[in-house]
């Protein structure tokens, strides 16, 4: 069972309100001209605003809970339909027959390349469908400003009414393996009906964080160039206390 095939009840209402990030990767795009590729595009939050911007979007995951909840986004808007294809790829043997101007990596999809060699051969692959002069942009926590916080206990997300006029209460709980740069999350959702029942359902899911000298030396690996670190969505400089590490990355365009 992937991480996702429990997730994928809950992703889309757990993360409706997050929009903070769409208007760096719509700036990203706008800046690129033709497709843009999205790895690890799950339910197609990032993908379908991409394509409601006027985009042609191809989006690839593992997940085939979460492709299935792309699928059934996408038939609800028939005008996006010509512009999105969706692909089941694992990233490590990503073989599509394109090649991009940009590929992007959203919200921690390549935190869940759980190895430096899952994350090293993922690069290369992504490295070999990028154009000359391709950029590649992914977005992973901070490593320090998470290894900082420690881990505590179950800890309460959000709370969101359901359409049945119940209550949907997300947790979650890290644990760190700081010697193996893992992290051991645990994501709780009650569904707590009307009438006070509780149905609980516990998701484990690991991610593996990056440093930044470990991400320009994975990057010069697999054949890009650093071009910048940013710290946020709005292209602040990344440094210490930043929540965020985006990267941005070049294909050379003479290699």
Known sequence: MDDYELMAR?????NADLTEDLPFWLGLASERSGPVLELGCGSGRVLLQLAREGHRAVGVDNSVAMLAR??????????????????????????????FPLAIMPLNTFAHLLSYDDQRLCLTRVR??????????????????????????????????DEAGGELMEFSMLSLDRAA??????W?????ARDGAVRRTRIPMTLRYTFPAEMRA??????LRLV???????????????????VLAERPAHD
């Not at 809950?10 to 757990?14: C, G, N, P, S, T």
């Not at 010509?82 to 790829?89: D, K, P, Y």
């Not at 994975?218 to 054949?223: D, I, K, M, N, V």
């Not at 210490?240 to 985006?246: A, I, N």
Request: glycine share 12%; hydrophobic share 40%.
């Open 10 to 14: 809950f992703y889309d209402r757990a």
């Open 181 to 186: 740069q893992l992290g051991h999350i645990t």
């Open 218 to 223: 994975l990057l010069e690996l697999a054949g």
């Open 228 to 246: 910048n670190l940013f710290g946020g969505y709005q292209r602040e400089p990344f440094e210490e206390g930043s929540p965020r590490m985006l």
């Open 70 to 99: 792309a699928r059934a986004r996408l038939a609800q808007r028939a005008d996006l339909g010509q512009r999105v294809t969706l692909i089941e790829q694992d990233l490590r043997s990503l073989a599509l027959e394109e090649q």
């Open 188 to 192: 709780i959702y009650d569904e707590v």
């Open 128 to 161: 070999e469908h990028l154009g000359p002069g391709g950029w590649l942009a992914l977005d992973v926590p901070n490593a320090a400003e998470v290894y900082s916080a420690g881990t505590g206990g179950l800890a309460l997300e959000r709370t969101m009414r």
